[in-house]
Antibody, heavy 117, light 107 residues
Framework: QVQVVESGGDVVQPGRSLRLSCAAFGYTFSSYGMHWVRQAPGKGLEWVAVISNDGSKKYYADSVKGRFTISRDNSKNTLYLQMNSLTAEDTAVYYC??????????WGQGTQVTVSS | VIWMTQSPSLLSASTGDRVTISCRMSQGISSSLAWYQQKPGKAPELLIYAASTLQSGVPSRFSGSGSGTDFTLTISCLQSEDFATYYCQQYYSFPLTFGGGTKVEIK
């Protein structure tokens, strides 16, 4: 059974950094690209970033480009999102998703990131 | 960036109704469109991809149509478990973008 489990969400001050993790289970992690998608409180979905199965290709939303870095460790079946220079606008639930062909095939339960002083 | 206009933003309907949600693109995307369902407090779930292909396990009362710039999600006979928020997403080009969502509520 495919499962992705996010962790690392926290309350952080503006300007600080945070790293999210996503552990994958039940499939061959190294065969699939992975995404991060976020949802601000009471708002819609916003795609954040994608990484190819081997980590060679990465794309980002303009809103996070230069501040966030997506990476993966295929030996640990784990996806990461390094978030720097956080602002209140980054407050959201962050979802890890398995790529089905650029659409979101499977979703985790999400991890809450709150940026507040 | 490909912009998406999803309508309506709120739809009031009754069990048994046929409902239709629209998604319009700012430029053509062939059939690179997915639909998701999200219930309160839960993660979204994939319903349809490639504009009209039903994801495994999704009831056949859900269907998708369209290509190019205009797409539609139809629920043929609304069930109680279908009251939720629905999002379209284009995956034709990066950055990927989502529609603003349609909340289907009980009339």
């Amino acid at each position: 059974q495919v499962q992705v489990v996010e962790s690392g969400g926290d309350v952080v001050q503006p300007g600080r950094s945070l790293r999210l993790s996503c552990a994958a289970f039940g499939y061959t992690f190294s065969s699939y690209g992975m995404h991060w998608v976020r949802q601000a409180p009471g708002k819609g979905l916003e795609w954040v970033a994608v990484i190819s199965n081997d980590g060679s290709k990465k794309y980002y939303a303009d809103s996070v480009k230069g501040r966030f870095t997506i990476s993966r460790d295929n030996s640990k079946n784990t996806l990461y999102l390094q978030m720097n220079s956080l602002t209140a606008e980054d407050t959201a639930v962050y979802y890890c998703t398995r790529d089905g062909g650029s659409y979101q095939l499977d979703w985790g339960q999400g991890t809450q990131v709150t940026v507040s002083s | 960036v490909i912009w998406m206009t999803q309508s309506p933003s709120l739809l009031s309907a009754s069990t048994g109704d046929r409902v239709t949600i629209s998604c319009r693109m700012s430029q053509g995307i062939s059939s690179s469109l997915a639909w998701y369902q999200q219930k309160p407090g839960k993660a979204p779930e994939l319903l349809i991809y490639a504009a009209s292909t039903l994801q495994s396990g999704v009831p056949s009362r859900f269907s998708g149509s369209g290509s190019g710039t205009d797409f539609t999600l139809t629920i043929s006979c609304l069930q109680s478990e279908d009251f939720a928020t629905y999002y379209c997403q284009q995956y034709y080009s990066f950055p990927l973008t989502f529609g603003g969502g349609t909340k289907v509520e009980i009339k």
